[in-house]
T-cell receptor, first 115, second 118 residues
Framework: AQSVTQLDSQVPVFEEAPVELRCNYS??????LFWYVQYPNQGLQLLLK??????LVKGINGFEAEFNKSQTSFHLRKPSVHISDTAEYFC?????????????FGKGTKLTVNP | GAVVSQHPSWVICKSGTSVKIECRSLDFQATTMFWYRQFPKQSLMLMATSNEGSKATYEQGVEKDKFLINHASLTLSTLTVTSAHPEDSSFYIC??????????????FGPGTRLTVL
């Protein structure tokens, strides 16, 4: 079974500062990895995903993440955040083989960007 | 992008009543829909997977008789919380996977339904 750990429940930063949201996973099989963003009272929106290939993945809104297999991590980064990036961010994993489409989510990290 | 809607967005009901939540894929056909539950400050937990025209597959620990799922068409799945109790109060989110042939198919999420049982 897979599990996802988001080490920080809340991350406050100032506008235009860089940010890193940490995600570690555990799985006995190979996985796909995802980051989703949830704005207040809205559903989840896919930021980026790692399926295979290059370990550095670029997503929407200037976010990127790097898959590190040896450290079983998939940290999300943005070099300069905006007020509008304030939201809840979820890391998720899914088995890449076996046909299961079950997404396993972390508990989320609330990013607050202050002026 | 693909749009998934949920109705209602929020509902308050009395203990013992049943509540139906709809999940619709607006601009694509969804052969598979997923129902998640999210408690405050917690992650989304998959409750069940529903495939159009067949019975839903429930995750371990989810009562199938309490959370009835119907996926009658390629654009609509419903979740009925039967005999709701205060502990069923939660944020329910659905997602839909488009019909397609690739090995990876993205799930598109609805905006969620907040259920409060008094």
């Amino acid at each position: 079974a897979q599990s996802v750990t988001q080490l920080d429940s809340q991350v406050p930063v100032f506008e235009e500062a860089p940010v890193e949201l940490r995600c570690n996973y555990s799985s006995s099989v190979s996985v796909y990895l995802f980051w989703y963003v949830q704005y207040p009272n809205q559903g989840l929106q896919l930021l980026l995903k790692y399926l295979s290939g290059s370990t550095l993945v670029k997503g929407i809104n200037g976010f990127e993440a790097e898959f590190n297999k040896s450290q079983t991590s998939f940290h999300l980064r943005k070099p300069s955040v905006h007020i509008s990036d304030t939201a809840e961010y979820f890391c998720a994993v899914r088995e890449s083989q076996g046909g299961s489409e079950k997404l396993v989510f972390g508990k989320g990290t609330k990013l607050t960007v202050n002026p | 992008g693909a749009v998934v809607s949920q109705h209602p967005s929020w509902v308050i009901c009395k203990s013992g009543t049943s509540v139906k939540i709809e999940c619709r894929s607006l601009d694509f056909q969804a052969t598979t829909m997923f129902w998640y539950r999210q408690f405050p400050k917690q992650s989304l937990m998959l409750m069940a997977t529903s495939n159009e025209g067949s019975k839903a597959t429930y995750e371990q620990g989810v009562e199938k008789d309490k959370f009835l799922i119907n996926h009658a068409s390629l654009t609509l799945s419903t979740l009925t919380v039967t005999s709701a109790h205060p502990e069923d109060s939660s944020f329910y989110i659905c997602s839909a996977r488009a019909r397609g042939g690739s090995s990876y198919n993205e799930q598109f999420f609805g905006p969620g339904t907040r259920l409060t049982v008094l």
